[in-house]
């Protein structure tokens, strides 16, 4: 007789999986095509959220039962006609390995046999993939993370001792363009260098940042006495998809030996394109780059890396000695290389799809979404009542509806980016460039077809075209 353990199903656990599968495979046949309204939050679901803690056993398959309907109700990125903030789109085999890395539960905070090798071995792919000479690499829980694990390196080589001793008296600042995401300024003041130690270099008319303006910024720091610690070029900036000159910022860096990391956690993946590869001339230059392989490599959340030219630099910055995790072969842990600790088998998603798909299909799927972007631009310019902001560098469109007459173009615009999202059909954010509101669709799903870009600019005219007439 074997000892009954706590914890067990309420029905055999192979069954539950039984379930789980037919519940994922409904799943997927709902993405493969876009739904005409998104559900609202039905009374059931909003009775289940007033529940306090369960005191009682739920039977297992009414419980899966209602987390379907929750998820169900939900905004989900993989549907083909999700074109809001940067997407992504829960790849099947990414979901299937994400189940099975949750099996295993491996941590990969310490050497963890072959799924440490295979952590190691994802970081050289995607090194390849994108053209980096990699030294190194970690994989991270997404951009925010990887760019302060770069930034924290960059902050130990600029001002040696500061892990220890703080940054107290010693004034430092990182450079990037005004429209570098957010997570880089959250990644300075979590350095200790406050907001104020972040130089907004001014950017070129397509929002590029300006590699003279930049040269004369750290010079003139550097003339006050200010160690530039690092500067970050933008892959693919999340506003409009600005890819920085990243060849003329590596000059400006290494004639002044000041660290450049290039944040490419959305567009990078672009680099491995036939079409755009050249955009990124000058990335394999940088000290460090970070990439998220849940936006353009169409993985499930969270799954991004950070590469460096040198892995010790990480070390440098994060590694540790501690009493219960000896160094026996005095090689760093992947713990010493980033923040987090406990740390799930993230590189196993992408090494699978790597290897079930092969990088030619990924570089496909990339190629065709740039193309869609393309396609929604010519849309836009077709009509008299849309303006382009400006043309794409990447799979970013930002445009606007011209409503005609005396309204406020602004104001309609921000109503219409929530009435398309009350109409359902496809979901848009807005966003302000240059001061001024634009509906900002991005696409980065390898679900969607170029029948869905032509509808987004139709809905977009036709809800436009009736919120206009009802002001
Ligand atoms: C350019 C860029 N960097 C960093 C991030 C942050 O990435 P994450 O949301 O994975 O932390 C984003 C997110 O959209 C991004 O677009």
């Known amino acids: 007789m074997t000892e009954a353990l706590p914890l067990e199903l309420d029905a055999g656990r192979e069954d539950v999986l039984a379930r789980a599968v037919e519940l994922i495979g409904a799943a ?4 493969d095509r876009y739904r005409e309204t998104e559900p609202p939050i039905d009374e059931r679901v909003r009775a289940l959220l007033r529940a306090p803690l369960p005191e009682d056993r739920t039977p297992v398959f009414e419980a899966l039962a209602d987390a379907y309907r929750i998820l169900d109700e939900s905004i989900a990125q993989p549907r083909p006609r999700y074109f809001a903030f940067i997407g992504s789109s829960g790849l099947p085999i990414g979901v299937v390995a994400d189940a099975l890395a949750s099996c295993f539960d491996v941590n990969l905070a310490r050497y963890a046999a072959a799924a440490t090798e295979v952590e190691r071995q994802a970081v050289r792919w995607l090194a390849e993939f994108v053209g980096y000479p990699a030294g190194g690499g970690v994989f991270t829980s997404g951009g925010t993370v990887s760019n302060l694990t770069a930034l924290a390196a960059a ?25 570098a995401h957010y997570s880089v300024q959250r990644a300075v003041e979590l350095l200790g260098l406050g907001t104020a130690g972040l130089r907004k270099v001014e950017m070129d008319e397509r929002h590029r940042l300006d590699p003279g303006a930049l040269a004369e910024t750290l010079d003139r720091d550097r003339a006050a006495g200010v160690t530039p610690v690092a500067v970050v070029a933008s892959a693919g900036t999340t506003l409009t998809g600005a890819v920085d000159p990243l060849d003329a910022v590596a000059d400006v860096c290494a004639a002044r030996g000041v660290w450049l990391h290039v944040d490419g956690a959305y567009g990078l993946p672009a680099a491995a394109t036939a079409s755009h590869g050249g ?15 849940h936006k353009w490599l169409y993985l499930p959340k969270a799954c991004s890396a950070v590469l460096v030219r040198s892995a010790g630099e990480l070390a440098a910055a994060f590694a540790h000695e501690e009493a219960y995790m000896p160094h026996e072969e005095g090689e760093p842990h992947a713990a010493d290389l980033t923040l987090e600790y406990s740390r799930p088998f993230r590189a196993l998603k992408l090494w699978l799809a790597f290897r079930v798909h092969g990088a030619p299909a990924f570089r496909e799927a990339i190629e065709r979404n740039l193309a869609q972007a393309r396609l929604m631009a010519d849309e836009v310019r077709r009509h008299d009542d849309l303006e382009l902001a400006l043309e794409p560098q990447l799979s970013i469109v930002p445009f606007r509806h011209l409503p005609g007459g005396d309204l406020d173009v602004d104001q309609h615009n921000l109503a219409l980016a929530g009435s398309l999202q009350a109409d359902g059909r496809v979901y848009l954010a807005s966003a302000v460039i240059d001061g001024r509101a634009y509906l900002r669709p991005c696409v980065v799903n390898y679900r969607t077809t170029d029948a869905d870009v032509r509808a987004l600019v139709d ?3 036709e809800v436009g075209g009736r919120l206009a007439l009802r002001r």
């Open 28 to 31: 997927w046949r709902s993405f």
């Open 155 to 179: 902050r130990e080589r600029a001002l040696p001792g500061s892990r220890e001793h703080g940054v107290a008296q010693r004034p430092g600042a990182f450079y990037a363009s005004g429209e």
């Open 279 to 293: 955009l990124f001339a000058g990335v394999e230059r940088a000290d460090s780059v970070a990439i998220d392989a």
């Open 459 to 461: 809905i977009a005219r």
